[in-house]
Nanobody, 121 residues
């Protein structure tokens, strides 16, 4: 069982930056592909970014490429999402996910409770 706890969300203005963190309570964190998803009110959950368990590969949604960066620190069992140049359309609840599959499958077994990001114009 993997427990994921996100933090770092908040209310910011357009153009600002935020860094989300996701702490995992599992001894084998370094064996999991980690991903970030988001869900805005009235919309389906969408993929944002992912990183392979070795941290050698990443994948991003087109809407965040060049603005968001995913990273992980396996020594701290933590994955991060650095979000720069935030836009109002980035407003959503952001979820961390963990899975034992290729990051390109976008398939995850464990999910956090999410952290709210609100970007004002």
């Amino acid at each position: 069982q993997v427990q994921l706890v996100e933090s770092g969300g908040g209310l910011v203005q357009a153009g600002d930056s935020l860094r989300l963190s996701c702490a995992a309570s599992v001894r084998t964190f370094s064996s999991y592909t980690m991903g970030w998803f988001r869900q805005a009110p009235g919309k389906e959950r969408e993929f944002v970014a992912a990183m392979s368990y070795t941290a050698s590969r990443t994948d991003y949604a087109n809407s965040v490429k060049g603005r968001f960066t995913i990273s992980r620190d396996n020594s701290k069992n933590t994955v991060y999402l650095q979000m720069n140049s935030l836009k109002p359309e980035d407003t959503a609840r952001y979820y961390c996910a963990a899975g034992g599959y290729s990051l390109y499958l976008r398939k995850y077994d464990y999910w956090g409770q999410g952290t709210q990001v609100t970007v004002s114009s």
